[in-house]
Structure formats: structure tokens, C-alpha cells
């Protein structure tokens, strides 16, 4: 997992105006006369977090006229929820995998006592 990839992402949703713009985007592309109908901001504030979004590579934006077109990013879907699922299980891709020289003696699994 690139976990500075990773902390970036979650930074950039761990606002409830860009969790919400990512809801709105996980329905398909809109414009940002369309986003901003849904809140009571500016034009300048929307701008504001469209890029942080897009620097987190969870949001793209095509020029449509005057306003911008945007999207969800399709690999961000794949890896968050890829990340998500490798960060809260033990996978094969779990950081705990390379531990295997655990010195402390508390630590090391004891032997299972019905197993006697």
C-alpha cells in the first residue's frame, strides 16, 4: 500500500462538504453550476475543494463551456476500497506480514492450552 497516497486521499474526504461532492459524483459526472445547487457556497469555495479533490487523485475535470465537467476518478474507487479492505484485514498486503523477528516475549503466541 503507498500509505502517503493513502493519507492524502483521506485528508481530502475527511471534509463533510467533499464527502458529500464525492456522493453526488459516485452518480455520474456533473458540472459545477449542478454541484453547487446542492449547497450554499460560492463558486470560489467549489473551486477551492475540486482541488483538493483533484490533487488527490479522486476527482478529474474536463472544460465544458464555462464551467468545468467533473468526475470521480475511476482507479479511486478500485483503490480505496482495495486500501480499505487491505488496511483492515490481515491480507496478504497487511504491513504485519513482514514482522517476523518479534522479540518480546509477551508478544509471541502462546501455546493453546486445550490443544494439551
Not at 475511476?74 to 480505496?80: A, E, G, S, Y
Not at 506480514?97 to 501455546?111: A, V, Y
Amino acid at each position: 500500500m503507498d500509505y502517503p497516497k493513502y493519507v492524502k486521499m483521506l485528508k481530502a474526504m475527511a471534509d463533510s462538504n467533499r464527502l458529500q461532492i464525492i456522493d453526488l459524483l459516485s452518480c455520474g459526472s456533473l458540472c459545477a453550476c449542478d454541484i453547487l445547487t446542492h449547497f450554499e457556497f460560492t463558486q470560489p469555495t467549489l473551486s477551492h475543494h475540486m482541488k483538493v479533490l483533484q490533487s488527490a487523485g479522486i476527482v478529474s475535470a474536463k472544460k465544458d463551456g464555462k464551467w468545468q465537467r467533473y468526475s470521480l476518478e475511476p482507479h479511486f474507487i478500485r483503490d480505496f476500497q482495495t486500501n480499505a479492505g487491505d488496511l483492515l484485514t490481515g491480507s496478504q498486503h497487511c504491513i504485519c506480514q513482514s514482522q517476523t523477528n518479534l522479540s518480546c516475549d509477551e508478544c509471541q503466541p502462546t501455546e493453546d492450552i486445550e490443544a494439551k
